[in-house]
């Protein structure tokens, strides 16, 4: 049963363009929400998060929203840039994150020049 | 300051063979997880240590799979008997408490 949902499972926008990819959860225990960024070989990075008490986070050009009652949260990158085509990743944690993470099966995302 | 390491960053081998992988996490991290990556797939759990204390195990670790953390500090991750199905990116990942995990660069397995 996959806990986290993720969509879409590609996207190709323009430079400067904003692309948005959405996460759906199933568990109401989690409570913490990180993004993370991977590029071909490498780790995934956590570029932001967030906890349920907020409804959106900004951090550069990267924001989250959130929606509690619905169970969503999504990803926004403002004027996308081609250093920005990687695999995104949203996952989820109870206990604040300090419990293992839940991943979605990642979005692969192309910003064209 | 140096990040959460992993060693071999590659390792090829042959089914039925033992591997042990290594991960070095950031300097005074309490917690240590292991995930594993497979192509086009998100990073899946497999166990995780507050400091030498393993606290949980995923069901996906079978029985030929054994982590350890035996000061708290390093961690290995060994597979015995190796099959095709475990071939995959083995990640590492460390935090302080209940803050961030940062992920190290991972070990690619391949078992031919």
């Known amino acids: 049963q996959q806990q986290v949902k993720q969509s879409p499972q590609s996207l190709i926008v323009q430079k400067g363009g904003i692309p948005i990819i959405n996460c759906a959860y199933e568990n109401t225990a989690f409570d913490y929400f990180p993004w993370y960024q991977q590029f071909p070989g490498k780790g995934p990075a956590l570029l932001i998060a967030?906890?349920?008490?907020?409804s959106e986070k900004k951090e550069g050009r990267f924001t989250i929203s959130f929606n509690k009652s619905a169970k969503q949260f999504s990803l926004h990158i403002m004027d996308s840039q081609p250093g920005d085509s990687a695999t995104y990743f949203c996952a989820a944690s109870t206990q604040g994150g300090s419990e293992k993470l839940v991943f979605g099966k990642g979005t692969k995302l192309t910003v064209n020049p | 300051d140096t990040g959460v390491s992993q060693n071999p960053r590659h390792k090829i081998t042959k089914r039925g063979q033992n591997v042990t992988f290594r991960c070095d996490p950031i300097s005074e991290h309490n917690r240590l997880y292991w995930y594993r990556q497979t192509l086009g797939q998100g990073p899946e759990f497999l166990t995780y240590f507050q400091n030498e204390a393993q606290l949980e195990k995923s069901r996906l670790l079978s029985d030929r799979f054994s982590a350890e953390r035996p000061k708290g500090s390093f961690s290995t991750l060994e597979i015995q008997r190796t099959e095709q199905g475990d071939s995959a990116m083995y990640l590492c990942?460390?935090?302080?408490?209940?803050?961030?995990?940062?992920f190290g660069p991972g070990t690619r397995l391949t078992v031919l």
């Open positions: 967030i906890r349920p008490d907020v």
């Open positions: 990942a460390s935090s302080l408490s209940a803050g961030t995990q940062y």
